[in-house]
Structure formats: structure tokens, C-alpha cells
């Protein structure tokens, strides 16, 4: 992440933004909200960082790799939301876009599928745990529950199964009784080998929405 007041050599921006003229790497710099200046010559150039005014879209786009038409706005809100509740972090994809609707947030599914895996990309976050949330789902509805109503759902599946129910049937009994479909995710676990530079993505984050709140 680049620092206001430190100092970068042409190649070293040219590595972070992917611009080898000057021309479009300082184009880009400045849609990006960098301010900066300048000192030497030709590939002795040494930039100066002076403002970054939004240090979370930089943060976002040299340390995530995310695009510069990226909605950096729903990214935030998303990773605040991902990182400081726990409960939101464990919940589904689908569970995710139902409560972020419900905040006027919308997000939908597959992009926080694609904002997860910013993440997983950068080992900041292990998806592979044995540790699962429970819920039942239908549409637009869903449920936390217990593993015990989970293996009860599906016991009773089962059971319907035997009795002489198509998979149909059996389904459309576990919607009446418990609301949806028994299915469980695993819960993502923060790598703790970043928890430093997650700290500062989060304090970007929370600067971005005080001055929000200041207007």
C-alpha cells in the first residue's frame, strides 16, 4: 500500500499500476486520487506521495488487485460488514445478500462471491474449516439453525424416502416443516498471518465512512 510522504522510483509504481509510460502511469495515479510530485529524469524518476484521497480504493486496488471500474463503495460496506460480524462473516452467499438488501446495501450474490475471493486469493481468509452454520433456505427466506435441526431435517428426509416419497415430495415436506432446505457452509477463518494488514484495510474503511457520516 503506497504511504503519503514516501518516496517511489518510476519502476517501482510501474509494478504497482502496470503503466510503464509516465504519462499513463501519472493518468492513472490521478484517477485514482493521488496526489503527488516529481523529481529527476527518465527512468530516474522519483515520486512523491503528498494525499491519497481514498485510501481504501488504493488499498483495494494495489493489495486486492481489484479493477479501477470496481465499485468501491459496495466493497467497503461489504468488507466492513464481513470482518467486524462475525455472525455475517459465517452466514451463505444468499444469506449475505438477503441482509445486505435489507440494509439498503445491495450486493448481490455473485459479486460477494467475487469480493470472497479477493480475499481467498490473498490468504487473508481460509474457507476450508471444519466448522459449519446451519440453515434452511427457500427463495429469499432463510433460517439459521442448530446442527441438531439440521440432522433432524434430513433424518426425516430420509425417512420419507423409505416410506415411498420421490425426492420431490420428501423436499416439499422439509419446506412445510422446517421453512426451506436443510444446507450448511462452512465458516471462513481469518488467517492470522494478515491480521495486520487487514487492520489497516479496516481502518481505511472506517475513515471512508466517518467522513461519510460528516458529510
Not at 479493477?67 to 460480524?85: A, C, I, P, S, V
Request: aromatic share 14%.
Amino acid at each position: 500500500m503506497l504511504k503519503v510522504g514516501a518516496h517511489y522510483t518510476k519502476s517501482e509504481l510501474t509494478e504497482i499500476f502496470g503503466s510503464k509510460d509516465r504519462q499513463a502511469l501519472e493518468r492513472k495515479m490521478i484517477g485514482y486520487g493521488i496526489k503527488f510530485s516529481v523529481s529527476g529524469r527518465g527512468e530516474s524518476l522519483v515520486y512523491e506521495i503528498e494525499n491519497i484521497n481514498n485510501p481504501f480504493k488504493v488499498f483495494a486496488i494495489t493489495e486486492l488487485d481489484c479493477g479501477g471500474t470496481t465499485d468501491f463503495e459496495k466493497l467497503r460496506n461489504f468488507y466492513w460488514y464481513y470482518f467486524n460480524d462475525e455472525t455475517f462473516m459465517a452466514m451463505p452467499d444468499e444469506v449475505k445478500e438477503v441482509w445486505l438488501k435489507k440494509e439498503n446495501k445491495g450486493v448481490s450474490r455473485q459479486t460477494i462471491a467475487a469480493y470472497t475471493q479477493k480475499l481467498m486469493a490473498k490468504d487473508m481468509i481460509n474457507r476450508n474449516s471444519k466448522n459449519f452454520i446451519y440453515y434452511f433456505a427457500f427463495k429469499d427466506t432463510q433460517r439459521l439453525t442448530t446442527y441438531k435441526e439440521y440432522l433432524d431435517a434430513w433424518h426425516n428426509y430420509w425417512d420419507d424416502i423409505a416410506n415411498g416419497y420421490c425426492s420431490f415430495e420428501a423436499i416439499c415436506n422439509m419446506r412445510a416443516n422446517y421453512g426451506g432446505v436443510a444446507r450448511k457452509q462452512a465458516i471462513p477463518e481469518i488467517n492470522g498471518i494478515y491480521n495486520e494488514k487487514i487492520e489497516e484495510m479496516l481502518s481505511y474503511i472506517q475513515k471512508s465512512i466517518e467522513n461519510e457520516m460528516e458529510g
